[in-house]
């Protein structure tokens, strides 16, 4: 049976959806409020559905696949949030919107099930799993943005902009926004792979054990460290940086799977 929090969330994320897309079109003060608040609204139920599934499966959030990726739509729409306020551009919304319901619907059509087997537990690596996963929705919103640019370069290029894509923010700011969502992601991921260091040190009474799962996240690490320094020089800056990002995500992707494929293997094992 479906929880009434997931049929209320879907419902809030649609109505907030539809008022982006309006707003895109038409931009109106007040549908734009209209569209934030209802995402808002949405997080909130978000956040309730996701305590509703702990409390089922007796376990946190992101102990299986399906609980961390509606742990990733929800801290998705958190990452968006915070960038429209800080840019104050909502023109991203109906691009953002769609892959945050998927997750979300695509999460929640397995029924949680009941552990038999205690998880890793312990605040520091509740802390190091939940920035991880923040670091990989950060990194899901400066895609949808480069994929954007990139679009949006060759359409202004070709001059076949159209009325809509008028509406957009300036390359600038897209580019803008783009590496405020990096430099969200790369903060979490560090922080967060230091949560996970000492936690292993306690666990295991070492810091590193030549994980390859830690090794990949390096990599993706240093990726967007080399994006955030080309994207700031002229030879690089615009198109090319865009498509640097868009390359990175597929790496983060990668690195998303290892993460699930190692927690499966650690609960064989405690």
């Not at 209320?8 to 549908?31: C, D, H, M, Q």
């Not at 605040?123 to 991880?132: D, E, G, M, S, V």
């Not at 790496?251 to 293997?265: A, G």
Request: glycine share 8%.
């Amino acid at each position: 049976m479906t929880s009434p929090y997931v049929l209320a969330t879907l419902i809030f994320y649609g109505v907030s959806f539809v008022l982006y897309v309006w707003n895109l079109r038409e931009p109106s003060r007040k549908v734009g409020l209209g569209a934030t608040i209802c995402l808002v609204g949405g997080l909130i139920l978000h956040y309730v559905a996701l305590l509703e599934r702990s409390r089922w499966a007796q376990t946190i959030p992101y102990d299986d696949l399906f609980g961390s990726l509606s742990l990733f739509a929800w801290l998705l729409a958190v990452t968006y949030l915070v960038i429209e306020r800080i840019h104050r551009q909502r023109a991203v919304g109906p691009f953002v919107l769609p892959i945050v319901m998927g997750v979300f619907l695509l999460a929640h059509s397995n029924p949680a099930q009941p552990f038999e087997r205690p998880p890793a537990q312990g605040p520091l690596f509740a802390f190091h799993i939940t920035l991880n996963i923040l670091a990989y929705s950060a990194f899901a919103m400066s895609f949808v943005l480069s994929v954007i640019y990139v679009v949006l370069y060759r359409r202004l290029r070709g001059h076949k902009l159209g009325i809509v894509g008028w509406r957009f923010p300036a390359l600038e700011v897209l580019e803008r926004m783009t590496r405020s969502s990096v430099l969200i992601g790369c903060a979490s991921l560090v922080v967060g792979m230091t949560a996970g260091f000492i936690w292993a040190q306690r666990l295991w009474g070492q810091y590193w054990d030549g994980d390859p799962k830690v090794i990949i996240t390096v990599l993706i690490l240093f990726a967007y460290l080399g994006y955030v320094y080309l994207s700031r020089s002229p030879s690089w800056r615009g198109a090319r940086a865009s498509v640097l990002c868009i390359i990175n995500f597929l790496f983060v992707i990668f690195s998303y799977s290892i993460v699930n494929l190692y927690l499966s293997r650690f609960h064989r094992f405690f």
